[in-house]
């Protein structure tokens, strides 16, 4: 079946640290790749995505390449804020019957200033 | 107001009581979804619906009920509340329609009903 494995959090960096969260997937096709946040209290928020391989999906400095070769699709940010606090989910979707995301656990991030 | 919204936010009750989460976007999405959320395993879909009057399960429907009259409206139902069922529980919908077979999607979620059933 479809799963997703992220690194284990916690994680915890300081302000204007280089953040990297891994992703890797295992899927019967071609999915599409998403990164999603949730900040403490709210539901999840779409982050980036990528539809194809070696695409590159970024969004308010975070930025993701989908590796088909590695089945990745690890999020970086060059500098962390203390807003950036939050946990990130990795998931996958394929296209079928049920338009369904597979998640990964989450990883809580803890930005220190 | 425009988007997806969840009542009620928090909700507490005890063992064998019926309780119900309600859903409602504004979107006229397709596709809606219910996940609950715990410590350790991510998000996990009990149910999803395709349009309305069409549901089905999903990873970890046991213990839940959904219904769809109207597209707008996805209540989830626990008709007799357990303590392994205290989560938190998102909906979402999907900005698809029937019809596509392909491309992205994008899931647009709620902001979550915490449960604690005693």
């Known amino acids: 079946g479809n799963s997703v494995t992220q690194m284990e959090g916690p994680v915890t960096l300081s302000e204007e640290a280089f953040l990297t969260i891994n992703c890797t997937y295992t899927?019967?096709?071609?999915?599409?790749l998403f990164w999603y946040v949730q900040y403490p209290g709210e539901g999840l928020q779409l982050l980036l995505k990528?539809?194809?391989?070696?695409d590159k999906g970024s969004n308010k400095g975070f930025e993701a390449t989908y590796r088909k070769e590695t089945t990745s699709f690890h999020l970086e940010k060059g500098s962390v804020q203390v807003s950036d606090s939050a946990v990130y989910f990795c998931?996958?979707?394929?296209?079928?019957?049920?338009?369904?995301?597979?998640f990964g656990s989450g990883t809580q991030l803890t930005v220190l200033p | 107001d425009a988007g997806i919204t969840q009542s009620p936010r928090y909700k507490i009750t005890e063992t064998g009581r019926q309780v119900t989460l309600m859903c409602h976007q504004t979107?006229?999405?397709?596709?809606m979804f219910w996940y609950r959320q715990d410590l350790g395993h991510g998000l996990r879909l009990i149910y999803y619906?395709?349009?309305?009057?069409?549901?089905d399960k999903g990873e970890v429907p046991d213990g839940y009920v959904v219904s769809r009259s109207k597209t707008e409206n996805f209540p989830l139902t626990l008709e007799s509340a357990t303590r392994s069922q205290t989560s938190v529980y998102f909906c979402?919908?999907?900005?698809?329609?029937?019809?596509?077979?392909?491309?992205?999607?994008?899931?647009?979620f709620g902001p979550g009903t915490r449960l604690t059933v005693l």
């Open positions: 998931a996958l979707f394929l296209s079928g019957s049920a338009r369904q995301l597979t």
């Open positions: 899927a019967t096709g071609y999915p599409s």
């Open positions: 990528a539809t194809k391989a070696d």
């Open positions: 979107w006229s999405h397709s596709y």
């Open positions: 619906s395709a349009a309305a009057d069409i549901t």
């Open positions: 979402a919908s999907n900005s698809k329609g029937l019809a596509d077979t392909g491309g992205t999607d994008t899931q647009y």
